[in-house]
T-cell receptor, first 116, second 111 residues
Framework: DTEVTQTPKHLVMGMTNKKSLKCEQH?????MYWYKQKAKKPPELMFV???????INESVPSRFSPECPNSSLLNLHLHALQPEDSALYLC???????????????FGPGTRLTVT | DAKTTQPNSMESNEEEPVHLPCNHS???????IHWYRQLPSQGPEYVIH???SNVNNRMASLAIAEDRKSSTLILHRATLRDAAVYYC????????????FGPGTRLSVLP
């Protein structure tokens, strides 16, 4: 199984809501990633988890809060978002962060988020 | 930091080969060259990667220049399904920079 699943596929939320995005993989990968992608732009890295610990935070605002409860799951908790946060949020996994140049990343289909 | 440059867009006819170029003149000796593609409404998909030697897999071939300052992704027979944005990415020991996507090349395949 080389699949990364993401739920929900679409999410509409108000600026005062709290919601969560979920990502799951069962490939035994120990590195997991969140990316943000605006329309017609390349994905931008937000967070990297390695062995369930946050390894890279690309200066993302605190209204985005990642969580890695176990090696298969990655969540992104959202609170008090702004309309400009509307984007496609992509999750990815790879075998490990160390040795990253050697490993391919597997991406999920993304969650399309609209903030109203 | 090593960066890549690619043409914004390219066109190809169906069933013809496609050569997608990537320049990376500041590549370091330990940087791997990775290619991903993103089909419409999907997440990026790994295509191929290499270090120095040319590489082949079921999806494509990767030709790496001898000085490693450029590379070419080769799709041997383009299909309509190959219409996508193709990203050339360098991955090395700087983990933060490993996951920086450039603007990519938008490939259109004409029937």
């Amino acid at each position: 199984d080389t699949e990364v699943t993401q739920t929900p596929k679409h999410l509409v939320m108000g600026m005062t809501n709290k919601k969560s995005l979920k990502c799951e993989q069962h490939m035994g990968h120990r590195a997991m990633y969140w990316y943000k992608q605006k329309a017609k732009k390349p994905p931008e890295l937000m967070f990297v988890y390695s062995y369930e610990k946050l390894s890279i935070n690309e200066s993302v605002p605190s209204r985005f809060s990642p969580e890695c409860p176990n090696s298969s799951l990655l969540n992104l908790h959202l609170h008090a978002l702004q309309p400009e946060d509307s984007a496609l949020y992509l999750c990815a996994s790879s075998q490990a962060l160390a040795g990253a140049p050697l490993y391919e990343q597997y991406f999920g289909p993304g969650t399309r988020l609209t903030v109203t | 930091d090593a960066k890549t440059t690619q043409p914004n867009s390219m066109e190809s006819n169906e069933e013809e080969p496609v050569h997608l170029p990537c320049n990376h003149s500041t590549i370091s000796g330990t940087d791997y060259i990775h290619w991903y593609r993103q089909l419409p409404s999907q997440g990026p998909e790994y295509v191929i990667h290499g270090l120095t030697s040319n590489v082949n897999n079921r999806m494509a071939s990767l030709a790496i220049a001898e000085d490693r300052k450029s590379s070419t992704l080769i799709l041997h027979r383009a299909t309509l399904r190959d219409a996508a944005v193709y990203y050339c990415i360098l991955r090395g020991s700087n983990y933060g920079q490993n996951f920086v996507f450039g603007p990519g090349t938008r490939l259109s395949v004409l029937p």
